[in-house]
Nanobody, 126 residues
Framework: VQLQASGGGLVQAGDSLRLSCAVPAGTGSMNVMAWFRRAPGQEREFVAALRGFDLTPYYADFVKGRFTISRDNARTAVYLQMNSLNPEDTAVYHC????????????????????WGQGTLVTVSS
């Protein structure tokens, strides 16, 4: 099962983008949905996650209030609103999902998620 991510593009520093990610029909609802990113030459890193059962959001420190993660009521789509983008945000953004609960200490770990999207490229020019 591959999640369907979209919304990336080329923007200027200070601009905003909204990424979307959908769970294919028939897969079922997801309990935890998240975004990771991989910048050129770097490892995949955690960006944000949202726990479905209590809607608790988790963010990486570098987000600093600029990004907001949300989901639809059916738990089959997740969004990432990104504001005040800067060149350091340039990366391929991957959505991830897990059908069951994830303990807090593992929400930021790549290995915690069963389903992944193909990624959408975000390029921020200075």
């Amino acid at each position: 099962v591959q999640l369907q991510a979209s919304g990336g593009g080329l923007v200027q520093a200070g601009d905003s983008l909204r990424l979307s990610c959908a769970v294919p029909a028939g897969t079922g609802s997801m309990n935890v949905m998240a975004w990771f990113r991989r910048a050129p030459g770097q490892e995949r890193e955690f960006v944000a996650a949202l726990r479905g059962f209590d809607l608790t959001p988790y963010y990486a420190d570098f987000v600093k209030g600029r990004f907001t993660i949300s989901r639809d009521n059916a738990r089959t789509a997740v969004y990432l609103q990104m504001n005040s983008l800067n060149p350091e945000d340039t990366a391929v953004y991957h959505c991830a999902a897990h059908p069951r609960r994830i303990i807090t200490s593992q929400v930021r770990e790549v290995r915690s998620y069963d389903y992944w999207g193909q990624g959408t490229l975000v390029t921020v020019s200075s």
